[in-house]
């Protein structure tokens, strides 16, 4: 089955530093791929949609400063939360989708905690 | 915008029982997938039902479709321990697999 990886598993950083969190795609190429955020408890929510060699797209609401996405290669995507601050704590996952798939498959995610 | 939204209360229920959540949604969809999620772990891809698509089966589990109530129910077949997780459900917002995701089962199930 279709794996997708994320680095690191989880990070604690200090406020105002910057964090990169890698998707990769093991063993399919992702022409699309996906960034959620989760709080405790809750579901996830969708912040940006990352493709292959061009700009990411970004839902409403999230900041596209704030969260850089780069997709440069098809096996792997790169979100980078800026000037981290606590609010920005939460659990982050990638998903990662082939060509004409339906079938979003899923990192293991990452928690970051700013303090 | 639609999204996936899940009854709101956790199931308990013992091993060998069957499990049964409901999920609605709002706006016409493609299609409905299901995921489960361990405790602080990534999603994985349980079944997906297409619009045209009434009933589904996978192994133990059973997803129906009612487009005309906008719902979908996701029935675990003789529980197991291991069944234990976090069960969303998601619509695809507007036809190019931008998930949105609904609030959550919780489910446990006791050995």
């Known amino acids: 089955g279709a794996v997708v990886s994320q680095h690191p598993s989880r990070v604690i950083c200090k406020s105002g530093t910057s964090v990169k969190i890698e998707c990769r795609s093991l063993?399919?190429?992702?022409?699309?791929m996906f960034w959620y955020r989760q709080f405790p408890k809750q579901s996830l929510m969708l912040m940006a949609t990352s493709n292959e060699g061009s700009k990411a797209t970004y839902e409403q609401g999230v900041e596209k400063d704030k969260f850089l996405i780069n997709h440069a290669s098809l096996t792997l995507s790169t979100l980078t939360v800026t000037s981290a601050h606590p609010e920005d704590s939460s659990f982050y996952i990638c998903?990662?989708?082939?060509?004409?798939?339906?079938?979003?498959?899923f990192g293991p995610g990452t928690r970051l905690l700013v303090l | 915008s639609q999204q996936g939204e899940e009854d709101p209360q956790a199931l308990s229920i013992q091993e060998g029982e069957n499990a049964t959540m409901n999920c609605s949604y709002k706006t016409s969809i493609n299609n409905l997938q299901w995921y489960r999620q361990n405790s602080g772990r990534g999603l994985v891809h349980l079944i997906l039902i297409r619009s045209n698509e009434r009933e589904k089966h996978s192994g133990r589990l059973r997803v129906t479709l009612d487009t005309s109530k906008k719902s979908s129910s996701l029935l675990i077949t003789a529980s197991r321990a291991a069944d234990t997780a976090s069960y969303f459900c998601?619509?695809?917002?507007?036809?190019?697999?931008?998930?949105?995701f609904g609030k959550g089962n919780q489910v446990v199930v006791i050995p």
């Open positions: 063993d399919f190429q992702a022409t699309t």
């Open positions: 998903s990662a989708v082939g060509l004409l798939q339906e079938t979003q498959y």
């Open positions: 998601a619509t695809d917002l507007y036809g190019n697999n931008r998930l949105a």
